[in-house]
């Protein structure tokens, strides 16, 4: 023990770092399913086998069991355990925002100004302890007065008005008053650490000041999602579930103002009647896009009447911008709304009616005016951004994507789509696209349109490009690994009768026949050599995974040789070549059958879709908020909505 309380604080910081990304997956170097096990370090990539990672609940347990070290393992292990947050069972939502806000009651204030007069005192006690006088009792009650005088100065951001003195304390000359309407808790304690930088700088030139302690952890937040949220088997009744929800936009709004840090934010259908317009403001309205025309970035200055909400602007300015928010599966008629609106304020720029009429809206008003002084806002700070099932998009908005995704968005014609591709300065550095359509809405993309875009859209130009999709596009390319053959050939299609049978339009037999004599054989067989010039086989094609229609792998039953059905967790499923993996960065076919790749694949196959949401081929859905992008891997909702639903 007295070994770990010698370490540096940077080093047990630096420990519980790697205990943390020993638990973030290895970014995809191919289109399979994670295998797991320990199967060790690929030797080159694309690999197959992903290298292994720890499981988050052992990352999560060991950070705690940190925590309970000692003083110092708890503040080295803090940031780490916070860092992440997955919101998972109502109950734990509900502790979380007690922990994060501090709680709903009106001992919220009580604890606020307690933990506003421990800063101060901690601060006076490390700055006393600095200049080498830590037991001089005079000198520690001199720097609280300092600070007090400072933070009721009128330059200060705290009002003098909320400054009394105590009502039980004789020793300090004025402490905070708990039940007055003092400023926001994140105000008191960038107010107090500016008062002892420039008493500091005033007094005691190079004077180090610690940071003002703040005993909550939202700070060190970075991430939350609901992607594994349910309330599905809690016995509720119908009004329960409308009046007493767990995840309120009330809640939703209170933890967002405590995370500054917050970089990505996940939704699902389960919680989005909370994504009111409030709470669209705090996620989008941060960083340097949420700064007011006129307002100073210190002190009181010139306050804005027609400003309602001064003090969020102020605090959302030294917030970090949002690089990734994923809405899928978001359709409740409160975030439309709130949606529609935010869009309407923040986007769209208003245009003045002659006669005045507009101006007897104040809101509409002060769009105008801010329309004509700083422009629409931006995003600079998107980088990954998917598209799924929209109508529409303004160029202007965006800056630079990596990932983007047009999956079935209907209202987007073929020339929109080069023209966006060649000639937006956000397309020029995309790594990852996709463009798919099916039989319902099939891609708009013709053969010139592609020609096009091959030869001259930056994208593809530069070489980047690492994940393409194409479906329903007039395309040929020969290192294609995955064909979707779903109502695409009379041979694989089957017809609906009267009762709501399904009857295939061919026999089992045949549909096995044309499938592997028609495609199979002529992709993935290497031509005959002969035995007097030796040469490597080289195969046509690197296919090796067809999704097919459901009633169609039926029909195929346990496969043909090497090739079998794995199906997802909904009503996807493929015809797999399991003997076919990518490792030490080439394509092998004819794995052993002990090779570990060919093992899980032949499992996969043997569940018969009894597995998790994160398994298949050919996503549908964009990973947003690691950065995975397209070929990123995921689960709960989210991987239902990548691999289980067909379209």
């Given at each position: 023990?007295?070994?770990?309380?010698?370490?540096?604080?940077?080093?047990?910081?630096?420990?519980?770092?790697?205990?943390?990304?020993?638990?973030?997956?290895?970014?995809?170097?191919?289109?399979?399913?994670?295998?797991?096990?320990?199967?060790?370090?690929?030797?080159?990539?694309?690999?197959?086998?992903?290298?292994?990672?720890?499981?988050?609940?052992?990352?999560?347990?060991?950070?705690?069991?940190?925590?309970?070290?000692?003083?110092?393992?708890?503040?080295?292990?803090?940031?780490?355990?916070?860092?992440?947050?997955?919101?998972?069972?109502?109950?734990?939502?509900?502790?979380?925002?007690?922990?994060?806000?501090?709680?709903?009651?009106?001992?919220?204030?009580?604890?606020?100004?307690?933990?506003?007069?421990?800063?101060?005192?901690?601060?006076?006690?490390?700055?006393?302890?600095?200049?080498?006088?830590?037991?001089?009792?005079?000198?520690?009650?001199?720097?609280?007065?300092?600070?007090?005088?400072?933070?009721?100065?009128?330059?200060?951001?705290?009002?003098?008005?909320?400054?009394?003195?105590?009502?039980?304390?004789?020793?300090?000359?004025?402490?905070?008053?708990?039940?007055?309407?003092?400023?926001?808790?994140?105000?008191?304690?960038?107010?107090?650490?500016?008062?002892?930088?420039?008493?500091?700088?005033?007094?005691?030139?190079?004077?180090?000041?610690?940071?003002?302690?703040?005993?909550?952890?939202?700070?060190?937040?970075?991430?939350?999602?609901?992607?594994?949220?349910?309330?599905?088997?809690?016995?509720?009744?119908?009004?329960?579930?409308?009046?007493?929800?767990?995840?309120?936009?009330?809640?939703?709004?209170?933890?967002?103002?405590?995370?500054?840090?917050?970089?990505?934010?996940?939704?699902?259908?389960?919680?989005?009647?909370?994504?009111?317009?409030?709470?669209?403001?705090?996620?989008?309205?941060?960083?340097?896009?949420?700064?007011?025309?006129?307002?100073?970035?210190?002190?009181?200055?010139?306050?804005?009447?027609?400003?309602?909400?001064?003090?969020?602007?102020?605090?959302?300015?030294?917030?970090?911008?949002?690089?990734?928010?994923?809405?899928?599966?978001?359709?409740?008629?409160?975030?439309?709304?709130?949606?529609?609106?935010?869009?309407?304020?923040?986007?769209?720029?208003?245009i003045n009616d002659t006669n005045g009429e507009d101006h007897r809206d104040d809101r509409r008003h002060r769009r105008a005016v801010r329309f004509e002084e700083d422009g629409p806002l931006t995003f600079s700070g998107l980088r990954r951004l998917s598209l799924r099932g929209v109508k529409s998009i303004q160029p202007h908005v965006l800056n630079s994507l990596r990932s983007l995704s047009l999956a079935r968005c209907i209202r987007l014609t073929g020339e929109s789509i080069k023209t966006f591709l060649i000639q937006a300065p956000a397309a020029a550095q995309i790594q990852e696209l996709t463009l798919y359509g099916d039989q319902t809405f099939p891609s708009p993309l013709s053969t010139e349109d592609l020609e096009e875009l091959f030869t001259l859209a930056p994208c593809f130009t530069s070489g980047e490009?690492?994940?393409?999709?194409?479906?329903?596009?007039?395309?040929?390319?020969?290192?294609?690994?995955?064909?979707?053959?779903?109502?695409?050939?009379?041979?694989?299609?089957?017809?609906?009768?009267?009762?709501?049978?399904?009857?295939?339009?061919?026999?089992?037999?045949?549909?096995?026949?044309?499938?592997?004599?028609?495609?199979?054989?002529?992709?993935?067989?290497?031509?005959?050599?002969?035995?007097?010039?030796?040469?490597?086989?080289?195969?046509?094609?690197?296919?090796?995974?067809?999704?097919?229609?459901?009633?169609?792998?039926?029909?195929?039953?346990?496969?043909?040789?090497?090739?079998?059905?794995?199906?997802?967790?909904?009503?996807?499923?493929?015809?797999?070549?399991?003997?076919?993996?990518?490792?030490?960065?080439?394509?092998?076919?004819?794995?052993?059958?002990?090779?570990?790749?060919?093992?899980?694949?032949?499992?996969?196959?043997?569940?018969?879709?009894?597995?998790?949401?994160?398994?298949?081929?050919?996503?549908?859905?964009?990973?947003?908020?690691?950065?995975?992008?397209?070929?990123?891997?995921?689960?709960?909702?989210?991987?239902?909505?990548?691999?289980?639903?067909?379209?």
């Amino acid at each position: 023990m007295s070994a770990n309380l010698q370490c540096p604080s940077e080093l047990l910081f630096i420990i519980c770092s790697h205990i943390y990304a020993a638990g973030i997956p290895a970014v995809p170097s191919s289109l399979d399913p994670v295998a797991l096990g320990d199967y060790g370090m690929p030797t080159a990539l694309p690999s197959s086998m992903a290298p292994s990672h720890w499981p988050e609940p052992l990352v999560r347990k060991t950070l705690n069991n940190l925590c309970l070290v000692n003083h110092a393992w708890y503040e080295a292990a803090k940031p780490w355990l916070w860092r992440r947050i997955e919101v998972r069972l109502p109950r734990s939502w509900l502790s979380l925002v007690d922990e994060i806000t501090g709680g709903e009651d009106e001992q919220n204030v009580e604890r606020t100004a307690i933990a506003v007069e421990q800063s101060i005192q901690a601060v006076a006690e490390a700055a006393v302890a600095t200049t080498g006088a830590s037991s001089d009792e005079e000198a520690l009650k001199k720097w609280k007065e300092r600070i007090l005088q400072t933070l009721a100065g009128p330059d200060g951001s705290v009002p003098p008005e909320v400054l009394t003195p105590p009502a039980s304390r004789d020793p300090s000359p004025r402490r905070l008053r708990a039940k007055s309407q003092s400023p926001a808790r994140w105000k008191l304690m960038r107010s107090i650490s500016d008062a002892v930088q420039d008493i500091a700088d005033r007094n005691e030139f190079g004077l180090y000041v610690p940071r003002v302690h703040d005993p909550r952890p939202g700070r060190f937040i970075r991430h939350v999602d609901f992607n594994h949220f349910r309330t599905i088997g809690m016995r509720r009744s119908v009004e329960e579930g409308v009046n007493s929800r767990f995840v309120t936009g009330q809640r939703v709004e209170a933890i967002l103002k405590e995370m500054p840090n917050l970089t990505a934010f996940g939704a699902t259908e389960y919680m989005d009647g909370a994504l009111t317009l409030p709470v669209l403001n705090e996620l989008f309205l941060r960083g340097p896009s949420s700064r007011v025309p006129g307002r100073p970035s210190r002190g009181r200055g010139l306050v804005d009447p027609n400003i309602a909400d001064e003090e969020d602007h102020e605090r959302r300015r030294d917030c970090s911008e949002l690089e990734a928010v994923d809405f899928t599966g978001c359709v409740s008629a409160v975030f439309v709304s709130a949606l529609t609106e935010f869009v309407g304020t923040h986007l769209s720029p208003v245009i003045n009616d002659t006669n005045g009429e507009d101006h007897r809206d104040d809101r509409r008003h002060r769009r105008a005016v801010r329309f004509e002084e700083d422009g629409p806002l931006t995003f600079s700070g998107l980088r990954r951004l998917s598209l799924r099932g929209v109508k529409s998009i303004q160029p202007h908005v965006l800056n630079s994507l990596r990932s983007l995704s047009l999956a079935r968005c209907i209202r987007l014609t073929g020339e929109s789509i080069k023209t966006f591709l060649i000639q937006a300065p956000a397309a020029a550095q995309i790594q990852e696209l996709t463009l798919y359509g099916d039989q319902t809405f099939p891609s708009p993309l013709s053969t010139e349109d592609l020609e096009e875009l091959f030869t001259l859209a930056p994208c593809f130009t530069s070489g980047e490009l690492i994940y393409l999709d194409l479906s329903s596009s007039p395309t040929k390319a020969q290192n294609v690994e995955i064909l979707t053959l779903i109502s695409t050939s009379q041979d694989l299609e089957w017809n609906r009768t009267g009762g709501g049978i399904e009857m295939p339009r061919s026999t089992a037999r045949q549909t096995s026949l044309a499938l592997h004599s028609k495609i199979i054989s002529p992709l993935c067989t290497p031509p005959l050599t002969s035995i007097l010039a030796p040469t490597v086989a080289q195969y046509p094609t690197r296919v090796r995974v067809i999704e097919l229609s459901m009633p169609v792998l039926v029909g195929l039953g346990a496969g043909a040789g090497t090739w079998r059905t794995i199906r997802s967790k909904g009503g996807r499923g493929w015809y797999v070549d399991t003997a076919s993996g990518w490792v030490g960065g080439e394509l092998v076919r004819g794995l052993p059958r002990d090779h570990p790749f060919r093992i899980e694949m032949n499992r996969l196959a043997d569940a018969n879709g009894n597995v998790n949401s994160g398994v298949g081929w050919h996503a549908r859905k964009m990973e947003v908020l690691h950065g995975c992008g397209m070929s990123g891997r995921e689960d709960g909702l989210y991987g239902a909505v990548s691999f289980a639903y067909q379209g």
